[in-house]
């Protein structure tokens, strides 16, 4: 069963921009309460945290997407996203948007993973 839902994503050429979004069907989910994060794996890699945003909207980056990722959320649309600017392809892996009690941990719901390309 997938507990979050994804969109956005695809290819892209260097220097260019996507925006990927998170949500989620289940009711039950404190989808509003919890920190929401952005996880990303490329192929032989492992999963690396990409960014994190608390319930009370304080973000935490990873040095590599720092100053390029804008990570938000609107509470009143139970809406979560990730603003992908000046890609490069190093960025190229798919994306996991994630939702847990306490940011970074890895744990918690996931979605359904969004494929992003990066052509030099």
């Known amino acids: 069963q997938v507990q979050l839902v994804q969109t956005g994503g695809g290819s892209v050429e260097s220097g260019g921009s996507l925006r990927l979004s998170c949500t989620t069907p289940?009711?039950?989910?404190?989808?509003?309460?919890?920190?929401m994060g952005w996880y990303r794996q490329a192929p032989g890699e492992e999963r690396d945290l990409v960014a994190t945003?608390?319930?009370?909207?304080?973000?935490d980056y990873a040095d590599a997407v720092k100053g390029r990722f804008t990570i938000s959320r609107d509470n009143v649309k139970t809406m979560g996203y990730l603003q992908m600017d000046n890609l490069k392809p190093e960025d190229t892996a798919v994306y996991y948007c994630?939702?847990?009690?306490?940011?970074?941990?890895?744990?918690?719901?996931w979605g359904q993973g969004t494929q992003v390309t990066v052509s030099s």
């Open positions: 289940i009711p039950g989910i404190p989808f509003n309460v919890y920190a």
């Open positions: 945003i608390t319930a009370e909207g304080i973000t």
């Open positions: 994630n939702l847990e009690a306490t940011p970074g941990r890895g744990k918690g719901y």
